[in-house]
């Protein structure tokens, strides 16, 4: 059918031939290691068992895959905090009920509803859904991430363009290439799908001054309270044992709110989702907000935002009446 | 469907090419011209399969009444009216009913509900196909054929969407022609060529690009400086036409790998030397319809100058309309229109104007008509126009201060820029990107350099490709969609 003295089919030739190879390079190394862990391949310790971005760019295609695979019967939504704070096994540990942690940095009220409707389109026996607040969730002006879609929510399959882009994307090369380098120097073996525990930078100074450019022009986002009231009448209308609560953080953190004035809106929000639904307030001033506790011995923060699974833990327990050895540590605003 | 999506790359293409070019092999001509109609309606369906009865609906309608049209002796001027009636009534209902209401609300004739519906993809493009046919039939300027043929013709993939708009003159036969089910390996490679360049214009460039356009023209700033706003404009000039002309190599180098050869639809138009050659080089396919169907029929300048620069800038406003239900589309369509009656005023007056100042001005001219069209409201586009011409003033971000302070004497402020995404790396690209549409050819050209360095050019080319396809996951649909 080709003349190879035609310039056209010696062109048609060494293209086709290029851009398989090129292209068969690429999705055999994404394939083999499968950064977004879609493709089920098996793993390999210190190469690929640990797919290092659950938390970043890829958060929201992770969790979605993820719910679809694991088809949660309880469930932790929420910010970074949540994906550094709570061990998925402390919750299954409480409930005897298989738990996943399906936190996403930086998430909007938007996403975690959209997460939650996949999280019951795939398993509509769901019984837990907990949710970590965060004052920036209902902020109008941040928007979606970019890597949120709703096309590949309340699905029951990963779409082929996902698996096509997990293959041969060069985001997900890029990924894949981390987590080989994840693998082969990460030593820390407690590691599971959302959660992430180990250190965090301290980097306070920065952190603050980026809370007060973040929170300096926040305005509610009427759409995300509505939001959260179709969840919660989702809850009932489900019987799913709804739980929400705001994150802690040190009061460096709440101090900051107060000084660029918004905490009067902080407190307004709280109390229009409180109406809505009780809320485990752990903000504010506490023995864990202060540090107080943790003279006992147990370090309670990352840094400034981000508290340990220490805290998670004993959040938890609050929240389901477990043990309660710091009182002054969360109050239910109903 | 979108080209640039992994689904039409791997396996739409692959699957109709294979079965298109196995009914070739077979000498199935008719199989094979099904499998283009079937594979069509599918891409078709594929955005939402809701409207494809309204797609089968328009083309059963259109070809019927062409028939009818064809070989009626005494009502043909009725059928044609019934025709027009229906599908610019169908148009109107889809595209412009809401547009309508408001205006009516607005200027507080009635206070009337919204409606709700969901505009048809493509519905001006298909419309239009068909009405330019039926007026043509109706003029006996066109045959009727078969209704593979003719659903061939309306639906075609590469070009439903987006365009190019055909003419059945440019089309019809090549569905009956025996070239179109023959192997041609020139047609292949220049279609994966074209193909490839399209691409690569859309995702290399223009979704790089929309990234600085949109927070200047979305994020509703109560001032858009100076330097901002030029930015802004400059960078949604160079965005539409790598997203439009990259669609329209796509469409026609899909055409190719079936050995169908669709109009051209750019020209170089940033290289145009008057706003009337710029409608000579811009959506050609488009300018020829609106010629040929509006200011031809509507007396064209058959009536003396007056009447010409009048239907002139009616097919203009007409136009605008066109593309979209709202005032920034009209006004887009009359700045056209008023330019091109300027610039025949202008040839009368016999004045040399030496090609650097007249692309300068023809290019200033369709920019800043560019900002009407692309804001979201003519608020915005009035704040953009006003930055433009300096009356927001000149603003640099606050990191320059320490280096440029001694500036403030002169009128220029520091502030943070919150909306601008402009860096310097971003500044030289945009200059590349200007220098390539001012002064290289376009990918009409280049297709033709085949016989040089195949081999490289084919290597390149793969690479081009690879990239393009590792990056198709951050892609967005192409502007000319919404249209």
């Known amino acids: 059918m080709t003349n190879n003295h035609n310039p056209h089919s010696r062109f048609l030739l060494s293209f086709f031939l290029t851009v398989c190879a090129i292209l068969v390079t690429i999705g055999s190394f994404n394939l083999l290691i499968d950064p977004y862990n879609i493709f089920e391949t098996p793993t390999w310790h210190g190469i690929n068992q640990k797919k290092k971005d659950t938390s970043g760019h890829f958060a929201r295609l992770f969790q979605a895959a993820e719910i679809i695979k694991l088809k949660p019967q309880a469930i932790l939504f929420g910010s970074s905090r949540v994906i550094r704070g709570f061990d998925p096994h402390d919750l299954e540990q409480l409930i005897q009920i298989p738990s996943h942690n399906g936190g996403m940095s930086g998430t909007n009220f938007e996403e975690i509803y959209g997460y939650f409707e996949h999280a019951l389109y795939n398993q509509p026996k769901l019984k837990t859904v907990i949710i970590g607040l965060d004052f920036f969730a209902f902020d109008k002006r941040r928007k979606n991430s970019p890597d949120f879609s709703w096309n590949r929510l309340s699905i029951s399959h990963t779409s082929h363009e996902e698996y096509f882009d997990a293959l041969f994307g060069k985001l997900a090369l890029k990924e894949s290439l981390k987590v080989v380098y994840f693998n082969l120097t990460e030593k820390n073996n407690k590691w599971t799908i959302g959660f992430i525990p180990g250190d965090l930078p301290e980097f306070d100074e920065k952190y603050i001054a980026n809370v007060k450019k973040e929170y300096g022009k926040w305005q509610v986002s009427l759409y995300r309270v509505e939001l959260f009231r179709k969840l919660v009448e989702k809850c009932r209308e489900c019987q799913i044992d709804l739980k929400v609560f705001i994150s802690p953080a040190q009061t460096v953190y709440w101090d900051t709110i107060r000084e660029i004035g918004m905490w009067p809106a902080f407190e307004q929000l709280k109390r229009d989702l409180s109406a809505i639904h009780p809320i485990w307030d752990f903000s504010g001033s506490n023995c864990i907000t202060t540090k107080e506790a943790e003279k006992d011995g147990e370090p309670l923060y990352y840094e400034c935002s981000h508290f340990r699974p220490y805290v998670g833990k004993l959040i938890l327990n609050k929240m389901y009446g477990a043990s309660d050895p710091y009182p002054t540590f969360g109050v239910l605003l109903e | ?483």
């Not at chain 2, 706003?275 to 003396?304: A, E, K, Q, T, V």
């Not at chain 2, 091109?340 to 040839?347: A, E, P, S």
């Not at chain 2, 040089?452 to 192409?478: D, H, K, N, W, Y």
Request: glycine fraction near 6%; include cysteine; charge should be positive.
């Open chain 2, 1 to 483: 469907m979108l080209f640039n999506s992994y689904s039409f790359i791997f396996i739409f293409l692959p699957l109709v090419l294979g079965i298109f070019y196995l009914c070739c092999y077979l000498k199935k001509h008719e199989q094979a011209r099904l499998t283009l109609l079937l594979g069509s309606l599918f891409f078709y369906a594929y955005w939402d399969i809701r409207f494809l009865p309204l797609l089968c609906l328009s083309i059963c309608f259109n070809f019927i009444l062409a028939n009818v049209i064809y070989r009626s002796e005494g009502f043909r001027r009725i059928w044609l009216f019934v025709g027009l009636t229906v599908n610019l009534s169908f148009l109107f209902y889809c595209k412009y009913l809401n547009f309508f209401i408001s205006s009516l609300n607005y200027l507080s004739l009635a206070d009337l509900s919204f409606a709700e519906i969901i505009l048809p993809l493509g519905i001006s493009f298909f419309t239009f196909t068909q009405i330019a046919y039926l007026v043509d039939v109706y003029h006996k300027k066109a045959e009727t054929s078969g209704l593979i043929s003719y659903g061939l013709f309306v639906t075609i993939f590469p070009h439903l969407i987006a365009g190019p708009i055909l003419h059945h003159k440019e089309m019809i036969h090549q569905f009956n022609s025996p070239d179109t089910f023959r192997w041609s390996s020139s047609n292949f490679a220049q279609g994966w060529f074209l193909f490839i360049v399209g691409l690569f214009k859309k995702v290399a460039i223009a979704d790089n690009l929309a990234m600085l356009v949109s927070p200047i023209f979305d994020e509703q700033m109560t001032q858009v400086p100076f330097i901002q706003a030029w930015l802004g404009a400059i960078s949604y000039t160079l965005q539409l036409y790598f997203d439009f002309s990259g669609y329209s190599d796509m469409a026609i180098g899909l055409g190719l790998l079936f050995n169908m050869r669709l109009p051209i639809n750019f020209n170089s138009p940033y290289q145009a030397t008057s706003i009337i050659d710029f409608w000579r080089r811009w959506h050609i396919s488009l300018s020829n319809f609106l010629r040929d169907y509006l200011y031809i029929p509507m007396g064209g300048n058959r009536f003396g100058e007056v009447a010409k620069l009048r239907n002139l800038l009616l097919t203009m406003v007409l136009g605008g309309i066109w593309h979209g239900a709202g005032w920034t589309f009209v006004f887009w369509g009359l700045c056209h229109g008023i330019f091109l009656v300027v610039n025949h005023l202008w040839k009368k007056l016999n004045i040399p104007l030496s090609n650097g100042i007249a692309r300068s001005l023809t290019l200033i001219a369709v920019m800043m008509a560019w900002v009407i069209f692309r804001s979201p409201s003519m608020e915005t586009a009035e704040n953009i126009l006003k930055g433009m011409i300096g009356m927001n003033g000149i603003v640099l971000p606050v990191s320059y201060a320490p280096h440029l302070s001694y500036l403030t004497d002169y009128g220029v402020a520091f502030a943070a820029l919150e909306y601008s995404r402009f860096r310097a790396e971003n500044m030289i690209g945009i200059l590349c990107l200007i220098a390539v549409t001012l002064w290289l050819p376009n990918s009409q050209f280049w297709k033709e350099k085949f016989h040089q360095r195949p081999i490289v050019l084919g290597i390149a080319c793969a690479v081009v490709m690879a990239f393009i396809i590792s990056s198709l996951g951050t892609t967005s649909e192409f502007l000319y969609y919404q249209f």
